[in-house]
């Protein structure tokens, strides 16, 4: 079992920036990858950011590239999100997520944080 716990969520303007944590537990040695999932109100969740736990590799969906930037540190097993620039079209509840093996489904998810950006 992995748990997760995010935190960083909060009200801010457009152009604004946050930051997101993501801390894991439990057995955490046999993570491939963790990600970046977020929903809003009606709409299907989304996946906003990937990061492979041992080489780093990042993955971004256009919305987000080049505004947010994922990272994780080994030694306190989290990952961050950063978010720059900041729209009203990314409030939403952003969930962290362990992906155990490649090309499968990601097997954890932390319980969300909100962000909500007011224009």
């Known amino acids: 079992q992995v748990q997760l716990v995010e935190s960083g969520g909060g009200l801010v303007q457009a152009g604004e920036s946050l930051r997101l944590s993501c801390v894991a537990s439990?057995?955490?040695?046999?993570?491939?990858?963790m990600g970046w999932f977020r929903q809003a109100p009606g709409k299907e969740r989304e996946f906003v950011a990937g990061?492979?736990?041992?080489?780093?590799?990042?993955s971004y969906p256009n919305s987000v590239k080049g505004r947010f930037t994922i990272s994780r540190d080994y030694t306190k097993n989290t990952v961050y999100l950063q978010m720059n620039s900041l729209k009203p079209e990314d409030t939403a509840v952003y969930y962290c997520?362990?992906?155990?093996?490649?090309?499968?489904?990601?097997?954890?998810w932390g319980q969300g944080t909100q962000v909500t950006v007011s224009s």
């Open positions: 997520a362990v992906q155990l093996r490649s090309g499968v489904a990601y097997d954890y």
């Open positions: 439990g057995r955490t040695f046999s993570t491939y990858a």
């Open positions: 990061i492979t736990w041992l080489r780093g590799t990042t």
